[in-house]
Structure formats: C-alpha cells, structure tokens
C-alpha cells in the first residue's frame, strides 16, 4: 500500500485483566531508545484518552508484551512487558505484568516460537525485565491452543480457558533480594511497611493506618487526594529505602494495602499501579503478597495471624477474589506460588505509525 505509514504487525490479547498489543522482538526496532519511541506513537501517549493510538487510555490497556525467541537455555521464550504512560510520552520497563503474561505462551504458539504439545503445553517463559523463568501451562488439545473454555476470573466477564501459571523463585525481582532494607517491618512517615521485592517490587502497608478498611473501591481510594499525596510521598521514601533512587517517573515499588478481609476471604487488598488504583490485582502483586506472608513479622504474615504454606490464599479486590496457591518446594527454601488467570486473542493486524515518527 503506498501512503506515508509503516505497518508493524501485532496481535492485541487481554492477559488476565489486561490488554495490549504483543509484538515479536524482531519486528520493533532493537535499539531501546528507538524502540520507547516507537511504542509511545503505537499507543498515543501523552494524551489522556490516548486518542491517536490504540492505547486504552488506562493504565490496564497500555500495557505492551514483546515476545521472541530465548536468551536463556532454560527457557523457551523471552518476554519482555513494557508499561506505556498514558498521560506522558513514557515507557517504562522495570516491571513485571503477570496478567500480560498469561497471554505469552498462547501468542509465542501461534507465532511459531514453542511447538505445542497434545493435551497440554508447558512454556517457560524468562521475563526480561526481572531476569526470572515463569512456567505457563496451557490447553492445547490434538496441539491446538484453546481460548474458550468454563475458567472465570473476577474482573473479567464470561468464561474462558485457563492458563497456570507457576512462580517458581518469585524473590528479588530488581533488588535479588526477598527484602531489600533486611527488615521484615519497618516504619515510613508513622506507618508500618514491608518493603518487598518479590514477583514486583512493592511497599506494603496497612489500611487501617490510614483510617481505611482496605475494603474501599477503587474510585473512592483516587478521589482521596490526601490519601494519594500520602501515598505518593511513602512510596518515593521507599523507593530510595530500596536503591531505586528518585522513582518520581518509575512505577515501582507499588503501593499495596492490605485490611481486614469483608467477603470470607483472607485479606483484603488494593494495588496501585502507583497512582491509580487497580480495578482488580496484577497477578505480581498477588504473587508478592504471598510471598511477604510466609516471613514471619512482615505486616502480611502478621495480619495473617503467623500464616504458613502450604495453603491457599484468598485476596478480595475491587471487583471480586484472587485465589494463589503457596506450596513449599522439595528442594530449596522459596516456595512456589500458583495462580490461574485466563486470556483471548482480540486483534490480528497492522500498528500503524507515521513515518517522520
């Protein structure tokens, strides 16, 4: 076609509850500076609907996976998410996304990087951006991936089929360390705090220290604007507590609050993404959650009553529960920690981008 855009193939999927366009590593450009460019014109950031790109003008939709062959032998794929801003021309890619990831291993299938097997196909896959291996287990009767299926996650309407996912050495994801500072608790401006670098790095603090229940809704918790500047302001304390220095324009750590459970679960939970509040909980966050309540005296295990694996974990989010099992491995001392999430193929096409861009 002859006009003045370049077309980029892509695949837009919904991992768990995000979406985004994946792209194969060899299709954007490999130098990162250009790459963050190009990605900025894909999505439209620096507009708030993001309103000349595909990006969904929130944090959950502009949200990018790159996917290509590994770097690692022991791994079959390499995965590398890229957190687009929304308001500002900014790409960010020191975090993990596990809901992204559940889409991985079905993408990396139909793009011709894993060859599937009959019944079941295991995929593990290294994230790039935390140096860590994640086993993606999919549906893949006579070696065909399924996207339909009776597995419902909260936060996603309909059914679909499930992907599993095992975090099998879910520590140190920037840091290489459980807890960066060495203390199980530590106190921020007057509020108690874990800070965690498990699937992500994270602050955790109480709910009820800030006159919360934890319990809130989403747009209640960013409509607070005390809260948020008191939130903000901890989690960039806490950024240089952990040797990420001035985070102002990283999302991590992310700010988690934990409070009582209201709805039979175990805890109550509200992830900020840092300065939106997720409408349910990124997969990462849950897996470092359960992560923080198996050491003793971390706010998590203490708001556990002294918590221990092996034993599932229920977290009540803005619209509805996450369940992550928590077993101890038979060699080694980090459990592992599984989570169930689903994903669907959206959009096969073209990213079109100006060339002078």
């Excluded at 060495?182 to 874990?194: D, F, L, P």
Aim: glycine residues 10%; hydrophobic residues 45%; aromatic residues 4%.
């Amino acid at each position: 076609m002859q006009d003045d855009l370049l077309r980029i193939p892509c695949v837009i999927m919904r991992g768990g509850t995000s979406k985004g366009p994946f792209f194969l590593a060899s299709d954007l450009p490999a130098d990162p500076t250009e790459r963050d460019a190009l990605l900025v014109e894909i999505m439209g950031s620096g507009h708030p609907l993001q309103i000349d790109g595909i990006g969904g003008g929130n944090t959950l939709s502009s949200k990018v996976a790159i996917v290509g062959p590994a770097t690692r032998a022991d791994a079959d794929v390499d995965y590398l998410f890229a957190q687009v801003k929304v308001d500002t021309a900014l790409v960010d890619t020191a975090p993990n996304c596990g809901n992204m990831l559940s889409a991985v291993a079905p993408f990396a299938i139909s793009a011709g990087l894993v060859a599937a097997r009959d019944g079941e196909t295991r995929v593990k896959v290294h994230n790039v951006n935390t140096g860590k291996i994640i086993e993606a287990r999919i549906h893949t009767p006579r070696g065909e991936v399924r996207y339909q299926g009776d597995a419902t996650i909260d936060g996603v309407p309909g059914d679909a089929a499930p992907v599993f996912l095992a975090f099998h050495d879910a520590v140190g994801a920037k840091t290489g360390r459980l807890l960066p500072t060495n203390a199980v608790m530590e106190t921020i401006q007057g509020r108690s705090a874990t800070l965690i670098d498990g699937a992500t790095s994270a602050v955790i603090l109480l709910a009820e220290e800030f006159g919360l229940t934890g319990s809130e809704t989403a747009r209640s918790l960013e409509a607070n604007d005390d809260f948020a500047r008191q939130l903000e302001s901890i989690r960039r304390e806490a950024g240089l507590r952990m040797g990420f220095g001035d985070v102002a324009n990283s999302v991590l750590p992310k700010p988690i609050l934990i409070g009582a459970p209201a709805k039979g679960g175990d805890l109550a939970i509200r992830y900020f993404t840092p300065l939106t509040c997720h409408t349910s909980l990124a997969t990462t966050g849950a897996v470092t959650v359960a992560m923080a309540a198996t050491v003793a005296g971390t706010v998590v295990n203490r708001a556990l009553n002294n918590w221990s694996a092996p034993a599932e974990l229920t977290f009540e989010h803005p619209t509805g529960r996450m369940t992550v099992r928590v077993e101890n491995q038979a060699s080694g001392n980090v459990p592992v920690v599984y989570v169930m999430r689903t994903c669907r193929r959206l959009f096969e096409g073209s990213a079109l981008v100006r060339r002078k861009a």
